[in-house]
């Protein structure tokens, strides 16, 4: 491939540096992965993957030993319960139209990032751990980029790629330092021993919060929990266990015994949920955006991996694809194709995460009989919305 001669160096190893890797190698690319960490580590507890994740993650190659490792949810049942564990409603999540993939799985983070790195490692993608970039020349009458890592190598790329994540240090070289937007939301999250009966997505709406249980794995089970954290207090994290048994105390239902099995410091994690909203362009000549660099969102709908993923994979598609257009328009295309979608997910994430934190208890009882009666009309429709998006571009 003529324009991607000098190689591409993909600046962050997480899912979307990572799949977009494969999917370079695979195509014969020359591909640099430029990782900040020491040894490969991967912190967080749970993570869901929804249908379109799932069909990401099939083209790059993984899908067997993601439906291996983690836990799919038959039919793609959602229990709603209020946070006493009264039935609200039932919702079902669909399959992407025409595939047999399952409308929803679970599995541990860790778990994601080994299937990746397995598969990177079986293509032997240059990796630089410990590292990161220091300078980039972009000169139009230079065939490649000159890259310069922070351990003193120097690079040429026909392309450089930011996949650093919701604090990015590429976006900041490329369109200065834009800070992501305290949404105001904390997540709490931790893992436990699944009971075998559990098999279904668990959804808890309480007043100002909301508590999922989702299975991971045979054994293992996530809980994920949302509180309004206006103004980022912060949590000793000597005592984060109990600070979210506390938060979560008039939680019964099925979080009860997950919430008393909360022991430990290490076994809770907390995080403030930021945003990012990068206008458009995401690029600027040879180098480009993708992932939460370009477009983190709030986590209520699950997306941000698949978000990431379908990036990198219309990315590498666009880049192999040889239109005759310079690297510079392919990539100014790229982030005009794929911002409508990633805004969409934005939006739709942000107001189902504010209405699981509406804070008075007769507006959270309407909320529920609402959603009694809409619920599932309101996922078919994202999901449907999804779809157009990709049947419009493709
Ligand atoms: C609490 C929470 C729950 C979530 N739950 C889900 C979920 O259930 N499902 C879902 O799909 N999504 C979920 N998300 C979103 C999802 O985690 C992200 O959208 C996804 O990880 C984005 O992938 P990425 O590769 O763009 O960024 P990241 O996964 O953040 O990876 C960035 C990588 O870049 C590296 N890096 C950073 N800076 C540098 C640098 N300067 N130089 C070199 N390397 C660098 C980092 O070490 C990291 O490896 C959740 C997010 C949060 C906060």
Same mark, same amino acid.
């Given at each position: 491939?003529?324009?991607?001669?000098?190689?591409?160096?993909?600046?962050?190893? %997480? #899912?979307?540096?990572?799949? @977009?890797?494969?999917? $370079?190698?695979? !195509?014969?690319? /020359?591909?640099?992965?430029?990782? =900040?960490?020491?040894?490969?580590?991967?912190?967080?507890?749970?993570?869901?993957?929804?249908?379109?994740?799932?069909?990401?993650?099939?083209?790059?190659?993984?899908?067997?030993?993601?439906?291996?490792?983690?836990?799919?949810?038959?039919?793609?049942?959602?229990?709603?319960?209020?946070?006493?564990?009264?039935?609200?409603?039932?919702?079902?999540?669909?399959?992407?139209?025409?595939?047999?993939?399952?409308?929803?799985? %679970? #599995?541990?983070?860790?778990? @994601?990032?080994?299937? $990746?790195?397995? !598969?990177?490692? /079986?293509?032997?993608?240059?990796? =630089?751990?410990?590292?990161?970039?220091?300078?980039?020349?972009?000169?139009?009458?230079?065939?490649?980029?000159?890259?310069?890592?922070?351990?003193?190598?120097?690079?040429?790329?026909?392309?450089?790629?930011?996949?650093?994540?919701?604090?990015?240090?590429?976006?900041?070289?490329?369109?200065?330092?834009?800070?992501?937007?305290?949404?105001?939301?904390?997540?709490?999250?931790?893992?436990?021993?699944?009971?075998?009966?559990?098999?279904?997505?668990?959804?808890?709406?309480?007043?100002?919060?909301?508590?999922?249980?989702?299975?991971?794995?045979?054994?293992?089970?996530?809980?994920?929990?949302?509180?309004?954290?206006?103004?980022?207090?912060?949590?000793?994290?000597?005592?984060?266990?109990?600070?979210?048994?506390?938060?979560?105390?008039?939680?019964?239902?099925?979080?009860?015994?997950?919430?008393?099995?909360?022991?430990?410091?290490?076994?809770?994690?907390?995080?403030?949920?930021?945003?990012?909203?990068?206008?458009?362009?995401?690029?600027?000549?040879?180098?480009?955006?993708?992932?939460?660099?370009?477009?983190?969102?709030?986590?209520?709908?699950?997306?941000?991996?698949?978000?990431?993923?379908?990036?990198?994979?219309?990315?590498?598609?666009?880049?192999?694809?040889?239109?005759?257009?310079?690297?510079?328009?392919?990539?100014?295309?790229?982030?005009?194709?794929?911002?409508?979608?990633?805004?969409?997910?934005?939006?739709?994430?942000?107001?189902?995460?504010?209405?699981?934190?509406?804070?008075?208890?007769?507006?959270?009882?309407?909320?529920?009989?609402?959603?009694?009666?809409?619920?599932?009309?309101?996922?078919?429709?994202?999901?449907?919305?999804?779809?157009?998006?990709?049947?419009?571009?493709?």
């Amino acid at each position: 491939m003529e324009r991607l001669q000098h190689g591409v160096v993909i600046v962050g190893g %997480g #899912i979307a540096g990572c799949t @977009l890797a494969i999917l $370079l190698a695979e !195509r014969g690319v /020359a591909v640099t992965l430029v990782e =900040r960490q020491q040894r490969w580590q991967f912190h967080g507890s749970g993570i869901f993957v929804y249908s379109n994740g799932l069909a990401a993650l099939e083209k790059v190659g993984v899908l067997p030993a993601i439906l291996d490792s983690g836990f799919a949810i038959a039919g793609g049942r959602n229990i709603y319960l209020d946070h006493r564990g009264d039935a609200i409603t039932d919702t079902f999540y669909p399959s992407v139209p025409g595939t047999q993939l399952p409308p929803i799985l %679970g #599995i541990r983070r860790a778990e @994601l990032h080994r299937i $990746l790195l397995a !598969r990177l490692q /079986a293509l032997s993608v240059q990796v =630089r751990l410990a590292s990161t970039v220091l300078s980039v020349e972009d000169r139009p009458e230079n065939l490649a980029l000159q890259v310069e890592l922070d351990n003193g190598e120097r690079l040429q790329a026909s392309v450089l790629v930011g996949a650093d994540g919701v604090r990015s240090q590429m976006r900041a070289r490329l369109f200065g330092a834009i800070e992501p937007h305290d949404t105001g939301f904390g997540v709490w999250r931790s893992i436990h021993r699944r009971p075998a009966q559990l098999v279904d997505k668990i959804m808890m709406m309480g007043v100002g919060k909301r508590l999922g249980i989702m299975p991971i794995s045979q054994e293992q089970l996530y809980v994920y929990a949302t509180t309004n954290e206006p103004g980022h207090p912060h949590y000793d994290p000597a005592s984060l266990h109990l600070t979210m048994r506390e938060k979560f105390a008039e939680f019964g239902g099925p979080a009860r015994m997950f919430l008393d099995d909360l022991r430990d410091p290490s076994q809770a994690f907390y995080t403030v949920v930021e945003e990012v909203r990068l206008p458009l362009p995401w690029s600027r000549g040879r180098i480009t955006l993708v992932g939460d660099a370009a477009h983190a969102s709030t986590p209520f709908m699950g997306q941000g991996g698949a978000m990431a993923m379908e990036d990198s994979i219309v990315l590498a598609d666009m880049l192999c694809r040889d239109t005759g257009d310079g690297v510079a328009l392919t990539l100014a295309a790229f982030g005009r194709q794929r911002q409508p979608k990633c805004t969409f997910v934005q939006d739709v994430s942000r107001r189902v995460g504010e209405a699981g934190g509406l804070e008075s208890a007769d507006t959270c009882a309407a909320r529920n009989v609402r959603m009694r009666e809409q619920a599932q009309a309101d996922v078919d429709h994202f999901y449907r919305s999804l779809h157009a998006f990709d049947m419009a571009t493709a």
